[in-house]
């Protein structure tokens, strides 16, 4: 799969999950899809993870570790963002 079409999926993917979560249509058919739908997100985060511990092990763990430094701070601004988001509505 190219990186463009992978790219395409995670977003059709992504999309499809924030769609069922709004969904008020509750039914054991999209719950579903939804259970479904987060296993093949988890599927795609672990890949990645491999892919991580792969280039660790090839360019150097510090190099690895400021980027997860950078990214745990992007997860924590989200959760806020979201939170404070929820609280206004």
């Given at each position: 799969?190219?990186?463009?079409?992978?790219?395409?999926?995670?977003?059709?993917v992504?999309?499809?999950?924030?769609?069922?979560?709004?969904?008020?249509?509750?039914?054991?058919?999209n719950?579903?899809?939804?259970?479904?739908?987060?296993?093949?997100?988890?599927?795609?985060?672990?890949?990645?993870?491999?892919?991580?511990?792969?280039?660790?092990?090839?360019?150097?763990?510090?190099?690895?570790?400021?980027?997860?430094a950078?990214?745990?701070?992007?997860?924590r601004?989200?959760k806020?963002?979201?939170?404070?988001?929820?609280?206004?509505?």
């Open positions: 799969m190219s990186a463009i079409r992978g790219i395409t999926m995670f977003n059709t992504i999309e499809a999950i924030k769609r069922l979560e709004r969904n008020e249509d509750k039914s054991k058919c719950e579903e899809l939804l259970d479904y739908l987060y296993a093949e997100a988890d599927k795609e985060i672990s890949a990645n993870m491999l892919n991580l511990l792969t280039y660790g092990d090839r360019i150097g763990w510090d190099r690895i570790e400021e980027r997860l950078e990214l745990s701070m992007f997860i601004a989200a806020e963002r979201d939170r404070k988001e929820g609280a206004s509505k």
